[in-house]
């Protein structure tokens, strides 16, 4: 399991939809697709993936969970 996937399985649902939701709208896909692509192998830091504001506050949800120093 990657760092993107580990953080999303420890959020709340609200939180992982929000921040799929924004992924899926900014690359025109569907959640479940931006899903695919944050968790496979390889893939980019999470937060490469995101525009502002959904980007700061993400960020801050990482600190929180201890994925981010």
């Known amino acids: 399991m ?3 996937a580990e953080f999303l399985a420890r959020v ?3 939180a992982r939809e ?3 939701a ?4 900014r690359y ?5 697709q931006a899903h695919t ?3 496979a192998d390889g893939a980019q830091d999470l937060l490469d993936y995101l ?5 700061s506050a993400t960020a801050v949800l990482m600190q929180r969970h ?3 120093t």
């Open 28 to 32: 025109g896909i569907t959640t479940a």
């Open 22 to 25: 924004s992924i899926a709208a």
């Open 51 to 55: 525009v502002e504001p959904q980007r």
């Open 18 to 20: 929000a921040i799929l």
């Open 37 to 39: 692509e944050v968790c």
């Open 66 to 68: 201890g994925a981010r």
């Open 2 to 4: 990657n760092a993107n």
């Open 12 to 14: 709340t649902p609200q």
